[in-house]
């Protein structure tokens, strides 16, 4: 996988693992919805500082970006794992957000 490709993959893994679309980083980097809707077609490249700002916005770290699961045998079930996780962890916040607002909508 050339590190074009490898870039965009896990900036779009990474960016459905927080749960976020394209416009919600957009304005996490403070940056146009279009912008990183070409970044993810392959229609433009971000610079360095840009792609600190996604990593940043993503709470990762910028070689994360970079990282090619497939080259290390082993680590991509340890990377499954994480991910579950975090998709998990991310579930229960949201469900318990969701369950304190409707909590808060009785006392109105």
């Keep these: 996988m050339d590190l074009d490709r490898l870039f965009i ?3 779009k893994k990474w960016r459905k693992i927080m749960g976020i679309s394209q416009k919600e980083l957009a304005e996490k980097c403070d940056a146009a919805h279009s912008y ?3 970044i993810e ?3 433009r490249y971000p610079s360095f ?3 600190g700002k996604i990593a940043d916005a993503l709470h990762i770290e910028p070689y994360q970006l970079f990282y090619n699961e497939a080259a290390k045998p082993g680590r991509s079930a340890y990377t499954r794992s994480v991910e ?3 998709k998990k962890l991310l579930e229960t916040v949201s469900s318990d957000i969701q369950a304190a607002f409707d909590e808060l909508k ?3």
């Design 9 to 11: 993959h896990n900036l």
């Design 36 to 38: 990183i809707r070409q």
């Design 41 to 43: 077609c392959a229609n």
């Design 49 to 51: 500082a840009f792609i």
């Design 84 to 86: 579950s996780v975090q």
């Design 106 to 108: 009785k006392y109105q």
